[in-house]
């Protein structure tokens, strides 16, 4: 099964940004759908030991609390990859709104303000 993304490509990038964000995200699909599960009772009785079992099958552990899914343990590296990626968008967003001119040339105040009168 494959996971289709929106392309998206970075200036300067040689395309580097789409080609991996969308391997990372076909990756972290097939992940979840194999995903190893750990109640939060196995994960108080056996602790970190059966987080580490289901480490070796997979990057992730999904953490139910009575019943529903409530937490993913991941190693570092997945997690750090995937804050990158978060900002690699973020960024790629912010360059969109700037070439169409969704942005403002307010002073710190009126910003403020502004932000003030949405809430």
Do not use: W
Not at 34 to 62: S, Y
């Amino acid at each position: 099964r494959a996971l289709v993304c929106k392309s998206v490509t970075m200036p300067g990038t040689g395309g580097h940004v789409r080609r991996n964000t969308q391997r990372t995200l076909n990756r972290a699909f097939n992940r979840v759908i194999l995903m190893h599960a750990l109640t939060a009772n196995d994960l108080k009785t056996r602790g970190v030991t059966a987080v580490e079992e289901g480490m070796e099958q997979n990057e992730e552990v999904l953490i139910s609390v009575r019943g529903r899914d409530r937490y993913v343990v991941m190693v570092i590296e997945t997690y750090n990859r995937l804050r990158e990626l978060e900002l690699a968008a973020a960024v790629t967003e912010a360059k969109a709104d700037y070439a169409a001119g969704r942005y403002s040339r307010d002073s710190v105040e009126d910003h403020i303000q502004r932000i003030s009168d949405d809430l």
